[in-house]
Nanobody, 123 residues
Framework: QVLLVESGGGLVQAGNSLRLSCAAS????????MGWFRQPPGKEREFVAS????????LYADSVKGRFTISRDDAKGTMYLQMNMLKPEDTAVYYC????????????????WGQGTQVTISS
């Protein structure tokens, strides 16, 4: 069973950057698609980005395209989310996920989740 631990969240002003990390342990990291989701206050959890095997393929939500970059370091068993030009509407708890079976943007398709890290963007 995989253990996912997010880190890197915090409070920053709009326009600034943050980098989130997701460390995976408990099994081989390389073969699995990984994803980032977020849950804004009072809203449902939503897809942010995903990255496939060896980082060959990446997908982004329209709301973050051009501002966020997902990457992975398989040697370290870690996935990253570089978030630039942050906006107040990016405020959310950010979760990493793996074990995808189904459509990437559907939270029901992912069966392993981290505990989340809070990102707050002030205007």
């Amino acid at each position: 069973q995989v253990l996912l631990v997010e880190s890197g969240g915090g409070l920053v002003q709009a326009g600034n950057s943050l980098r989130l990390s997701c460390a995976a342990s408990g099994r081989t990291f390389t073969s699995y698609t990984m994803g980032w989701f977020r849950q804004p206050p009072g809203k449902e959890r939503e897809f942010v980005a995903s990255i496939g095997w060896r980082g060959i393929s990446t997908l982004y939500a329209d709301s973050v395209k051009g501002r966020f970059t997902i990457s992975r370091d398989d040697a370290k068993g870690t996935m990253y989310l570089q978030m630039n030009m942050l906006k107040p509407e990016d405020t959310a708890v950010y979760y990493c996920a793996t074990d995808l079976s189904g459509t990437y943007y559907d939270i029901k398709s992912w069966s392993s989740w981290g505990q989340g890290t809070q990102v707050t963007i002030s205007s």
